[in-house]
C-alpha cells in the first residue's frame, strides 16, 4: 500500500486517488483481471499505468490510435516514466531502439495498436519477455454494437491464451449493456471484476438552445469566453468550413478540420490545438478521439448529433482537469426532422429501428423541460436522485405561461395555409410580413395574416417546435418539411382544450469573465497564473511537448493560489511530483516569487 501512495505521489504528482482506481489498481497489481467503464478525465489511464510501475517487466498498452499514444507517452516520460510506442508513424531507427528496449528490459510501458501486438512474429517476441499486464483501452472498439467498432480490437480475445497468467484491463467510456457483454465475452474476461464509476461530469454544465440564427449564437456565446480553448462539432464538412470561416470573419482563431482535409493538414490543425496555438477547431465528430488534451473549456454541437451516446462522449472532451466547462447544443427541430428523413430512407428494419429509437432519446435530451444531466445520466442506466444544479434548466428553469392563445393562433395559420407550408412562411403570414411569397399565395389576405406581431419570428418558431414535440403538429419532411395538424390539434382550435407554452431559450448566459483559467482567481492570482501559463508554453515548446504535459491548468490555478515558497510547498501542488520538481521547480518557484516579492 505504501508503494502505492509513494508512487501516486512522487512518479504522477497526484495526493489522492479518484473513485475505484485505488481498488482497480490493487486488482491489477495481485494479478487479477479488470473490466472499468469510467467517464472521460475519470483517471482511467493510472489504473494501469501505476500498477505497471508496480510489477516486473514490460506493461503492453494496446491504444486505437496513434495520438492517443503519443499525448500518452509523452506525459509519463515527462514524469520519467520509461514508456515507447511502436507503431507506423517511427522512422527505421526510432522503431529499432524501441524493440532494443523492449528486448533489454528497459520500458515499463510499451503503447501498441492491436494488428500490432496480434502480428505473429511481435506476439511471438512477448510470449519470450516479462510482461507485466496487458491494458486494452477505449475497449468498446472490440463490439460490433460500438459506434467505433475496429475489427481487428475483435482478434484481442487470443490474449487469454497467449499470455497466460498476465492480468488483463480493459477500460472504456462509453458502453451500453449490450457493448458491455460484447466486450467481456470477446476479450473472455467472465472471470474480470467489473468497476462502475459514475458516469456523470459535474464540473460540465449542459445547455440547449433553440435554433436561430446560429452563426449569431454562436458568436454571442464565444464572446464572454474568450482565451478559452473549444470544439464546435458540425455534421458536414460545407458546415465545417462555413462556421470556421464566419468565426475568423469575427476575429476568433478558428481553424477547420474534417476527412475531405489533406491528411498533413489535419495533423498541423490538430498539432497547433494541443499547443495552444490555435483556440477553437469546427469539426466533424472525428475530431477529437485521441486527443488528451484536459484543457478543452467548452464543446457545442452546431448541428443536432444522432445519439447521445456520441453526445456524451464528445461533450466528454471537455474539462478533462475538472475545471468548470460547458456543453452548449444548438436545436433546431428540422435538424431532428432530417435526421428522422435520413434513417428512414437507408439500413434495414433492424437499423431504423434501432436508429430512430436513439434520436428519439437525443430529441427528448434536447426538449427536456427537466435536468439535462437526469435525463443524459437516466439514459446511460445511472439514477440520479437530485436535479444536478449545473445545468440551463437547473440553473434557470423555464418560465411557463398559458399559451392557449399563441397555439390557437399558429394552428389556424396552419390550416388556413391548407398545410401546404413550413415553419418561416407559416410565421412570416403571422407577423404580416410583406414579401413575394406571402403575396403570391394570396395569403397576406387571410384573417391570420399579421395577428401575431406581439411575438418576434424566433419565439413563433419556438412556439411551433414545442407544439410539434407535444404532438399537436408534425413535419412531413419527405414533402419539404410542410407542416401538417394532427387529430389532437382539433380540440385546442375549438376551444376546448387549454395548453401551456415555454419562453424561447435563445441566449446562452454570458459566461463570467475568467480569463484563461476557468475560475474565479483574485487579480493577482490571475496576473500570476497568465504568468506561470507563458512559462508553461515556453518551456513545452523548448521540449517540443504540448504544455498540459509540462502541468495541466488546475496545477497552475494551485500555484496561483496557494504560492509555494520552497520545493517542500510545491510539491504539495497537485499534478507536481519528483521530477517535475527537478526539472521545472526552480523556473516556477523563481516566477512565482517574482510576482509577489513581499510573501517569498
Known amino acids: ?309 456520441g453526445y456524451y462522449q464528445e461533450t466528454g472532451r471537455a474539462g478533462r482537469d475538472g475545471l468548470p466547462s460547458e456543453a452548449l447544443l444548438l436545436y433546431g427541430a428540422q435538424d431532428a426532422g432530417t435526421a428522422r428523413y435520413q434513417i428512414e430512407q437507408g439500413g434495414n428494419e433492424e437499423q431504423r429501428r434501432v436508429e430512430g429509437h436513439k434520436l428519439n432519446a437525443m430529441v427528448g435530451f434536447a426538449e427536456s423541460l427537466s435536468c439535462r444531466r437526469r435525463v443524459l445520466l437516466g439514459y446511460l442506466g445511472e439514477d440520479l436522485r437530485e436535479d444536478c444544479g449545473n445545468c440551463d434548466i437547473c440553473l434557470d428553469p423555464p418560465n411557463r405561461f398559458d399559451g392557449t392563445l399563441a397555439a390557437r393562433k399558429l394552428l389556424s395559420c396552419i390550416y388556413r395555409v391548407r398545410q401546404s407550408f413550413g415553419m418561416k412562411h407559416v410565421v412570416d403570414v403571422l407577423r404580416g410580413a410583406d414579401n413575394e411569397q406571402v403575396r403570391r399565395h394570396g395569403h397576406d389576405r387571410l384573417s391570420t395574416y399579421g395577428i401575431g406581431t406581439e411575438y418576434s419570428s424566433a419565439e413563433w418558431m419556438s412556439f411551433l417546435r414545442q407544439l410539434i414535440h407535444q404532438g399537436y403538429v408534425r413535419q412531413d419532411i419527405a414533402a419539404y418539411s410542410v407542416l401538417r395538424l394532427t387529430p389532437e390539434a382539433g380540440p385546442v382550435l375549438k376551444g376546448d382544450q387549454d395548453l401551456e407554452l415555454a419562453e424561447p431559450r435563445l441566449k446562452a448566459k454570458p459566461a463570467r469573465k475568467r480569463s484563461r483559467a476557468a475560475v474565479e482567481l483574485a487579480d493577482d492570482d490571475l496576473a500570476l497564473f497568465d504568468t506561470l501559463r507563458a512559462l508553461r508554453k515556453r518551456l513545452a515548446d523548448e521540449a517540443g511537448v504540448p504544455p498540459y504535459v509540462i502541468f495541466g491548468d488546475a496545477a497552475l490555478v494551485d500555484m496561483s493560489q496557494a504560492r509555494p515558497r520552497n520545493e517542500s510547498e510545491f510539491l504539495a501542488v497537485n499534478g507536481v511530483g519528483e521530477v517535475k520538481l527537478e526539472r521545472y521547480g526552480d523556473a516556477f518557484l523563481e516566477a512565482i516569487a517574482e510576482a509577489a516579492p513581499e510573501m517569498a
Request: proline share 6%; hydrophobic share 45%.
Open 1 to 309: 500500500m505504501s508503494k502505492m501512495l509513494d508512487t501516486l505521489h512522487n512518479v504522477f504528482g497526484l495526493q489522492e486517488f479518484r473513485p475505484h482506481q485505488e481498488a482497480i489498481i490493487r486488482r491489477v497489481s495481485e494479478s487479477g483481471d479488470a473490466f472499468v467503464l469510467m467517464p472521460t478525465g475519470g483517471g482511467k489511464s493510472l489504473c494501469y499505468q501505476l500498477p505497471a510501475l508496480l510489477r516486473d517487466g514490460t506493461a503492453i498498452v494496446v491504444s486505437p490510435l496513434i495520438s492517443l499514444m503519443k499525448d500518452q507517452v509523452d506525459a509519463l516520460l515527462a514524469n520519467g516514466v520509461r514508456a515507447a510506442m511502436y507503431n507506423s508513424s517511427l522512422a527505421p531507427d526510432e522503431a529499432r531502439a524501441v524493440m532494443s528496449a523492449l528486448r533489454a528490459g528497459t520500458l515499463d510501458l510499451l503503447y501498441v495498436a492491436p494488428e500490432r501486438l496480434m502480428a505473429p512474429g511481435f506476439a511471438d517476441l512477448l510470449g519470450d519477455l516479462e510482461i507485466a499486464l496487458i491494458a486494452i483501452d477505449e475497449a468498446h472498439c472490440v463490439s460490433q454494437w460500438g459506434h467505433d467498432f475496429r475489427p481487428e480490437y475483435a482478434a484481442l480475445g487470443e490474449l487469454q491464451a497467449r499470455f497466460p497468467g498476465v492480468p488483463r484491463i480493459a477500460l472504456t467510456a462509453t458502453a451500453d449493456p449490450q457493448t458491455r457483454a460484447d466486450i467481456v465475452n470477446v476479450l473472455g474476461l467472465q472471470q474480470a471484476e467489473m468497476f462502475v464509476t459514475s458516469f456523470d461530469r459535474p464540473n460540465i454544465r449542459y445547455t440547449v438552445l433553440e435554433k436561430h440564427q446560429p452563426k449569431q449564437q454562436l458568436a454571442r456565446f464565444l464572446a464572454s469566453r474568450e482565451g478559452q480553448s473549444g470544439i464546435v462539432y458540425c455534421l458536414s464538412r460545407k458546415r465545417v468550413e462555413e462556421v470556421a470561416e464566419h468565426l475568423r470573419w469575427k476575429g476568433y482563431p478558428a481553424e477547420a478540420y474534417h476527412a475531405g482535409l489533406a491528411a498533413p493538414v489535419r495533423s498541423a490543425v490538430q498539432e497547433r490545438f494541443i499547443n495552444d496555438e490555435t483556440g477553437i477547431v469546427v469539426a466533424t465528430v472525428a475530431f477529437g478521439m485521441g486527443i488528451d488534451k484536459p484543457n478543452v473549456r467548452f464543446v457545442v454541437h452546431y448541428d443536432l448529433p444522432r445519439h447521445l451516446e
